[in-house]
């Protein structure tokens, strides 16, 4: 079973960028769809963002214009750009396939606080 490990949360103040990294244990290839998804404390799990094989990518409204995922096959990694992050951005970020069928990561913090 393909395992997935997410890095590169943060403390970021308002407006800051970071940039998330998912490194699969297997091949990512095989999933055409790949997304990151974020959870906030008493809220349930979102899809924020999504890649597919081709390079096409969705962003939902909360990101749009600020968010941007990616993926590599080779290294089967997938990424997540945030630029001009803010407050309601705070959450727990996990990436996954689209629709969601392996198991959850531990996630990334990402809080956004001056």
């Known amino acids: 079973q393909v395992q997935l490990v997410e890095s590169g949360g943060g403390l970021v103040q308002p407006g800051g960028s970071l940039r998330l990294s998912c490194a699969a244990s297997?091949?990512?290839?095989?999933?055409?769809?790949m997304g990151w998804y974020r959870q906030a404390p008493g809220k349930q799990r979102e899809l924020v963002a999504s890649?597919?094989?081709?390079?096409?990518?969705n962003t939902a409204d909360s990101g749009k214009g600020r968010f941007t995922a990616s993926r590599d096959n080779i290294k089967n990694m997938v990424y997540l750009q945030m630029n001009s992050l803010n407050p309601e951005d705070t959450a727990v970020y996990y990436c996954?396939?689209?629709?969601?069928?392996?198991?959850w990561g531990q996630g990334t913090q990402v809080t956004v606080s001056s």
């Open positions: 297997g091949r990512i290839s095989r999933f055409y769809r």
């Open positions: 890649v597919t094989n081709d390079g096409s990518t």
């Open positions: 996954n396939t689209v629709p969601s069928v392996m198991s």
